[in-house]
């Protein structure tokens, strides 16, 4: 997976061959001005490797001056027989609202989850609409991503600053992904603040992160320092490493089946 080879985007894309697209996850817990510049710096990253990527962002809602999943859930049936895209450059990454749409597939799983339903299938359903697309980044709250991907082996990207209310608000996450979903985030400690102890307070707070992970959770995480400053450009070498590491566990789709 981390090799060297002139275009990283076919090793990547050799993940499963027969796949739709593959999905990769980030939580999201309302702190916008830390994780979207971190999640634009990763599809980023990223999109170098020429995937073609699209984000649905549960932060957004579908309105019906602002359509996302959910309109492309009722309209499902248009994308059916629709041909994939010719092959050309990869464009710039697509965000697509997607609140309610991945609501509606949450609650799909929680009713089916008498019947036992393997991991990711309420996502496998939207294969064919993403059939363009190599990767999705599945962008939303802990609950839902529980919801839609427990015991997937996805690593769902964790940020954490060294504000305490974010260290608490993320490790409450990283237990309910973990306890609800048995998922293990990866843990990205932001640098939001080009001083020169930021860094430090970034390594502290991913370190601090990780110990009450292990101490009240018995769970065994890493976690990656990352540059992420709204206002300048972030050294592209951490973002990079960040979606190598997302790609590592991600989960190629197909029809009906999320497979790993």
């Known amino acids: 997976m981390l090799d060297t080879s002139a275009d990283q985007g076919e090793s990547l894309r050799r993940i499963a061959p ?24 990763i599809c980023a990253a990223l999109q170098s490797f020429s995937l073609r990527i699209t984000v649905l962002d549960a932060s ?16 499902a049936h248009w994308q059916e027989d629709a041909a994939d895209d010719p092959p050309h450059e990869a464009p710039p990454w697509h965000v697509v609202p997607a609140r309610l749409g991945l609501s509606r597939l949450a609650l799909q799983t929680r009713q089916d ?5 393997a991991p990711l299938q309420a996502l496998s359903h939207l294969s064919h609409l993403f059939r363009s697309c190599d990767l999705v980044v599945v962008y939303a709250d802990a609950q839902l991503l529980a919801t839609l991907m427990p015991g997937s082996q996805i690593r769902p990207l964790l940020a954490v600053t060294p504000r305490r209310a974010s260290i608490i608000g993320a490790y409450q996450n990283f237990k309910k992904l973990l306890l609800q979903a048995r998922l293990v985030p990866l843990i990205a400690s932001v640098v939001t603040a080009p001083f020169r102890n930021a860094e430090l307070q970034a390594r502290n707070t991913g370190r601090t992160l990780q110990n009450c992970a292990h101490l009240h959770l018995d769970c065994q995480t890493d976690f990656m320092t990352v540059r992420s400053f709204p206002q300048q450009h972030a050294r592209w070498d951490d973002a990079h490493q960040i979606a190598l590491r997302l790609m590592a566990s991600a989960i190629p789709m197909v029809h009906g089946v999320g497979s790993r």
């Open 60 to 75: 957004s809602a579908e309105t019906e001056d602002n359509p996302g999943l959910l309109n492309l859930l009722d309209h």
């Open 18 to 41: 027969q796949a739709a697209w593959s999905v990769i996850a980030m939580v999201t817990r309302g702190d916008t001005a830390t994780e979207l510049p971190l999640l634009w710096q």
């Open 113 to 117: 989850s008498a019947m036992s339903p």
